[in-house]
């Protein structure tokens, strides 16, 4: 179960990785008018994020403390 968990949370960091590069190469910068243009690539890329290390820690956390 551990290993799912910590392959879930791989997964969630490229797909967060992904996200940011993709903010970074196609948005974020200000227009002719002076208003910041950006997507929804920025916040879900830092909610991916979170969210991969949150089940990284905690796949590693159920392999520290099982039972032998």
Known sequence: MAFKIQMAGIAALVASAISLLLENIFYGYVDAEGV???????????LLLALGAALVAVGLAVRLFRPA
């Open 36 to 46: 910041l243009q950006e997507s929804l690539f920025l916040p879900i890329g830092f």
